[in-house]
């Protein structure tokens, strides 16, 4: 249903505005509808004969609304076919040919391959988000006098999302040659490859692939001629058999080159002048555009001609642009291309990272957990693992930007963003849809503006303080989640806690000095976050739904001296709960035969709640992180998992901190015996001496190891011959070690941050893929250059005093 109005919206003459409110009431009417039985499921007193009554005739409107939305559609969808919406997708690099600027380094990479007389690599390919320069880049080269004079033949072709196959990409090239195919023929691969190699194979040809959208792309003829092959996509993914050296993705512009972007295109007459004063704010209009060459030239644009009063407005704006679908403008055109080309599936996932403020810091683990909660998957199994993959698909589809990479897999990502342009677009989107609504401001709290919303995203909580806000919300009691990201205040204000079929409520920026017990009558939650500087009432069982429970404290209060602080015993009948996060909280010792089959991860507990009668009653648990704040809390030989380690056959992550440690006395004293299948450790502030790296060096499994502060000590850690066998990612922070000593070590990812008395690493010890060195000693960063230009690997290498 959405395409059908999208093309719509894309046809010269065709009503837009009438096609989408005839969408936008089915889209409400379908919702009442959904709200109806909601509301009578919330309330088991609801008056049965009533509530048949208003269901009967509010699916009879449904009907009605469905009818009126086909009667509109049917006249036109005769003309529809997504080649007409897909040519009229207008590529941004168009209008980029003569403002290159700051992608000096990758025509360089790319020049240099195609005339490396050695290289046998046929394909290069160019990836990176719309409007990045990607065609712009590849067609400097193309058009250089001495590529020209390489190449006896060259092609340049525009594919586009019509060549889904790598048959209908070949179809298109040997057409472009003049090569005939049988009709019998153009579904043979085998035929299509050997017709391909035998057009090509008699001279030195230059094949250029843009905006490739194929999801089987493997089009390989013979390189017999030092041919080269060029794909130009914004999908990342689809080219994994391309040697990665030959993977161009191409870099957002800095601060610099942004400018230098915008002065040209806002001033493009060479007699215009620039103020330093008017230098000063187009600066800072610059930095807004994010890098992204496409936004800055039409922000550049915008600015041509106008007054220093104007420059001074947008610069304090929050967007330089406002996209939207119906944008006449060629970047506002590239990106809604970009999300229509989304499979439908991956547009709420897409959507959602909108529900954000900008500059928000989204981690990968909040985003999925919200994800999950919002029911956006069908399944229960592995469904931790499906959001993930979601999120993997929408950064490599160039949509959504990869901020940190995560270690555990350093081709996903830790942490992540979306480029204000789509953010924009998905404010929009979302608007449209009703799919979230941002309170901001009091205008933005109306009625008018909330009304049958799904998502209420408040960013500035002040808005919640006033009654009036609470009186409106009460007249849109339908929202189902209520997400409040900041920025945190200080003093409490209140929950519109009349939103009754809430199933997400994150409230982690609001502050509660005690915990708000209306919170009990939303029955329907899944997901809970909550500040809270007191405890959790017993009754939270009452809470049945919950999968998701994230309760911190607004300071670190320390309720007792003489034990620990659990959480309610009525905890262990919340049967559902799938993640829990308590910090400063333990787990009390559960009743007889209670159990939590579903919970997966424990985070924020102390060594009280890892003992055999807690954790046997959590047969799945895969990830636990354990916070401890006293050798008190640390039990004598923090041994956790001793006697039935074994039972966690998948196990993931432990991560331990000490907070406060006494560098004069070994708080923990002794590794704890891991499940043997564990894949992450990380440990901090444990003091404990490099003798005892034994036993996690013997774990057959363990991949990723990081040591933050104080969690070793001793000047020498000496890593032996099969030692650490599957290990690929190694973190040291914060140590007072001196030497690394490896006997025949591989590592993919090494880093080392502020270790100041670090002088010596091993030769024995090979990093292929990642090295970051932050602020370490003179002498250990010169030994890491050194290394960098051996091993040539991918090298961050930083110290006070220098930047390499």
């Known amino acids: 249903m959405d395409s059908v109005v999208e093309r719509m919206a894309e046809i010269p003459g065709s009503k837009k505005v009438d096609a989408a409110a005839y969408e936008r009431r089915f889209i409400d009417a379908v919702q009442i509808f959904h709200d109806l039985i909601l509301s009578h499921l919330s309330d088991p007193d609801h008056h049965d004969i009533g509530f048949a009554l208003s269901l009967s005739q509010q699916l009879q409107i449904v009907r009605e609304e469905i009818t009126s939305f086909l009667t509109a559609t049917d006249q036109i969808c005769s003309m ?45 390919s160019v990836l990176g988000m719309t409007g990045i320069g990607k065609t712009s880049l590849v067609k400097q080269v193309y058009n250089d006098p001495l590529v020209i004079k390489e190449f006896e033949t ?9 060549y889904t196959r790598s048959e209908d990409i070949m179809l298109r090239v040997l057409d472009e040659l003049g090569v005939v195919i049988p009709s019998d023929k153009l579904d043979d691969k085998d035929c299509l490859q050997k017709q391909l190699s035998e057009a090509l194979s008699t001279q030195k040809y230059l094949l250029v692939l843009d905006d490739v959208w194929a999801d089987d792309f493997d089009l390989m003829p013979e390189n017999r001629k030092g041919s080269r092959i060029i794909i130009i996509s914004q999908i990342q993914g689809l080219y994994d058999h391309i040697h990665p050296d030959k993977r161009i993705i191409l870099p957002f512009l800095n601060n610099d080159d942004s400018w230098k972007l915008l002065h040209q295109t806002a001033f493009s007459n060479r007699e215009e002048k620039c103020s330093r004063e008017l230098e000063k704010i187009g600066k800072k209009i610059a930095k807004n555009c994010e890098g992204l060459p496409a936004a800055i030239i039409q922000v550049g644009e915008n600015l041509r001609g106008k007054s220093f009063e104007e420059w001074k407005t947008l610069s304090e704006k929050e967007d330089p642009l406002v996209i939207t679908r119906y944008d006449n403008t060629p970047l506002s055109k590239a990106l809604f291309f970009s999300y229509m080309m989304l499979h439908p599936y ?94 901001k401001k009091y205008t933005d709290c109306t009625p008018e503006n909330i009304k049958r919303q799904q998502r209420l995203c408040v960013h500035n909580n002040v808005v919640l303080a006033f009654t009036q806000v609470h009186e409106w919300m009460e007249l849109v009691p ?15 204000v209140l929950l519109p806690l009349c939103l009754r079929l809430l199933k997400v409520l994150d409230a982690l920026a609001l502050r509660f000095y005690e915990f708000p017990h209306q919170l009990l009558a939303l029955v329907h939650l899944t997901h809970l976050s909550i500040t809270c ?87 799945n648990l895969n990830r636990i992180a354990v916070q401890i704040e006293s050798a ?14 074994s039972v966690y056959e998948e196990f993931e992550s432990f991560k331990c901190v000490v907070v406060n440690p006494n560098l004069s006395s070994q708080i923990i004293r002794s590794v704890p015996n891991f499940p043997m299948n564990i894949r992450k450790i990380s440990l901090s502030g444990c003091g404990l001496p490099w003798e005892n790296m034994e036993v996690i060096a013997s774990l057959p499994n363990l991949i990723v190891l990081k040591l933050r502060w104080y969690a070793f000590c001793g000047p020498l850690w000496k890593i032996s011959q099969g030692q650490f066998p599957a290990l690929e990612f190694l973190l040291l922070e914060d140590l007072d070690i001196e030497n690394l000593e490896f006997d025949n070590q591989y590592l993919r990812w090494m880093i080392f941050r502020h270790c100041y008395k670090l002088k010596n690493i091993s030769d024995q010890l090979t990093c292929t893929e990642i090295l970051e060195v932050d602020d370490c000693s003179p002498s250990f960063v010169k030994k890491m250059r050194e290394w960098r230009s051996v091993f040539r690997t991918k090298a961050k290498i930083r110290s006070s005093s220098t930047d390499l």
Not at 357 to 370: A, D, T, V
Not at 375 to 394: H, K, M, N, R, S
Not at 632 to 645: C, I, K, P, R
Request: proline letters at 5%; a negative charge.
């Open 80 to 124: 529809i076919r997504y080649s007409n919406f897909a040519s009229s997708y207008y590529n941004t690099d168009n209008q980029q040919q003569n403002l290159l600027v700051g992608l000096d380094d990758q025509i360089t990479a790319l020049k240099k391959w195609i005339f490396d007389p050695i290289s046998h690599d046929l394909i290069a």
């Open 154 to 162: 060259r092609l340049f072709l525009h594919i586009g999302p019509d």
């Open 346 to 439: 991956q547009k709420p996932f897409f959507l959602y990272m909108g529900v954000f403020p900008k500059h928000y810091g989204i981690s990968r683990s909040k985003l999925i957990k919200l994800w999950v909660s919002e029911g956006f998957l069908e399944t229960d199994l592995g469904i931790e693992e499906i959001a993930g993959d979601a999120l993997d698909v929408l950064i490599l589809q160039s949509v959504v930007l990869r901020e940190k990479h995560a270690s555990i897999d350093m081709y996903k990502c830790k942490n992540t963003r979306l480029h204000f342009t789509f953010r924009s677009l998905c404010v929009s989107e979302a608007k449209s849809e009703k799919f979230f609504h941002i309170l």
């Open 478 to 492: 339908n929202a189902q989640s209520l997400l409040c990201f900041g920025p945190k205040q200080q003093y409490p």
């Open 533 to 619: 500087d007191r405890e959790l009432p017993n009754s939270i069982s009452t809470l049945s739904n919950l999968e998701v429970l994230i309760f911190t404290r607004h300071h670190n209060i320390k309720f007792s001296n003489n034990g620990p602080v659990c959480l309610p015993i009525d905890i262990w009948n919340v049967h559902k709960l799938r993640q829990l996060y308590c910090e400063g909280f333990d787990l009390p010792p559960p009743p007889d035969n209670s159990h939590l089959e579903n919970l997966l991860t424990v985070s924020g507990v102390s060594a009280h709640s890892c003992i055999t009668e807690v954790l046997s009653r959590i047969p």
């Open 632 to 645: 008190h809390d640390s039990t004598e030989t923090f041994n956790f998992f001793g006697q039935f380690a």
